[in-house]
C-alpha cells in the first residue's frame, strides 16, 4: 500500500508541474482557475484505473447531518482566519482587508470552486480513504496535511519559517476535515466547502499579506489549537481503525 502511496504522490506532482506550464504557455488568467489544483483528481483517476483495488465511489449523499458539518465546515476556517486577523493586526503585521471584493469574489468564485473539487477528490475522498484502511484517520490527516502543505511548491520561496507555519496550517486543517468527515463516508460535499471557505478566507483577508512568515507562523499556531482539542475531545474516534 504504501509504494501505492508514493505513486499517487508522484503522479500527482508531475501533472502539477505539467498543468502549471500548460496553464503559462496558453496564459490562462490564474484569478479564473488554477489548473494545477485538477492534479490530485487527475491521480486518483489513473490510479483507480491501474489499481482494482482503489476504486471507489465519491459520496455526495445530502441529509440533515451533512446540511450540519457543511454549516460547520463553512464556518470553521471563516472563524480561525479571523482570528489569526485579528491577532496579526495586534502584531502590527499589516493586514487589511482585500480591495474591490465585490469585484473580485465574483471573479475568482467559479475557478475557487473548481480548484477545491479538484484537490478534494483526490486529497481526502481517495487518499483519505485509502490511507485509512490500513491506518487510523488521525495518521492519515496528518500524513495528508504533509502532503498537501510540501505539494504548495510556489510558497517554498517565502522561507522556512513561512513552510513551518503553513505545514502546521495543513495539518491542523487536514485533522479537522478528517473529524468533519466521520460518519458521513468521505463526503465529497463537505471537504469541498471546507476547502472553499479557506481558500475565500485567504482571498479576502490575507490577498495582501499572505507572504508574511509571521502571519504563517500565527495562523498555524491558531489552527492547531482546535485540531489539539479534536484530537483530546474526540481522539478515540480519530484513532480506530
Do not use: C
Not at 446540511?67 to 482570528?83: D, E, H, N, R
Amino acid at each position: 500500500m504504501i509504494w501505492k502511496i508514493i505513486l499517487y504522490v508522484f503522479i500527482t506532482i508531475v501533472f502539477t508541474g505539467l498543468l502549471a506550464v500548460f496553464q503559462q504557455k496558453v496564459n490562462l488568467n490564474f484569478e479564473k482557475i488554477v489548473l494545477p489544483q485538477l492534479a490530485p483528481t487527475i491521480g486518483m483517476l489513473i490510479m483507480i484505473l491501474a489499481f482494482n483495488d482503489l476504486r471507489f465511489s465519491v459520496n455526495l449523499d445530502f441529509n440533515k447531518l451533512i446540511v450540519t458539518k457543511s454549516l460547520l465546515a463553512l464556518g470553521i476556517p471563516f472563524l480561525l482566519f479571523t482570528i489569526t486577523f485579528i491577532v496579526g493586526k495586534q502584531f502590527g503585521l499589516g493586514v487589511k482587508l482585500t480591495d474591490d471584493l465585490w469585484n473580485l469574489i465574483p471573479l475568482m468564485f467559479v475557478g475557487i470552486l473548481i480548484g477545491s473539487v479538484g484537490e478534494e477528490i483526490g486529497w481526502r475522498s481517495f487518499l483519505q480513504l485509502t490511507l485509512e484502511k490500513k491506518n487510523t484517520a488521525l495518521l492519515a490527516s496528518i500524513i495528508i496535511g504533509t502532503i498537501w502543505g510540501l505539494w504548495h511548491i510556489g510558497h517554498y520561496k517565502n522561507g522556512i519559517l513561512f513552510m513551518i507555519g503553513f505545514l502546521l496550517f495543513t495539518i491542523s486543517a487536514s485533522i479537522i476535515i478528517a473529524w468533519l468527515l466521520r460518519d458521513t463516508k468521505y463526503n465529497l460535499i463537505i471537504s469541498v466547502l471546507f476547502h472553499v471557505s479557506i481558500n475565500l478566507g485567504f482571498l479576502i483577508l490575507f490577498k495582501n499579506s499572505l507572504t508574511d512568515s509571521k502571519l504563517m507562523i500565527i495562523n498555524g499556531i491558531i489552527w492547531l489549537i482546535p485540531a489539539i482539542g479534536i484530537v483530546i475531545t474526540t481522539g478515540k474516534d480519530l484513532i480506530k481503525t
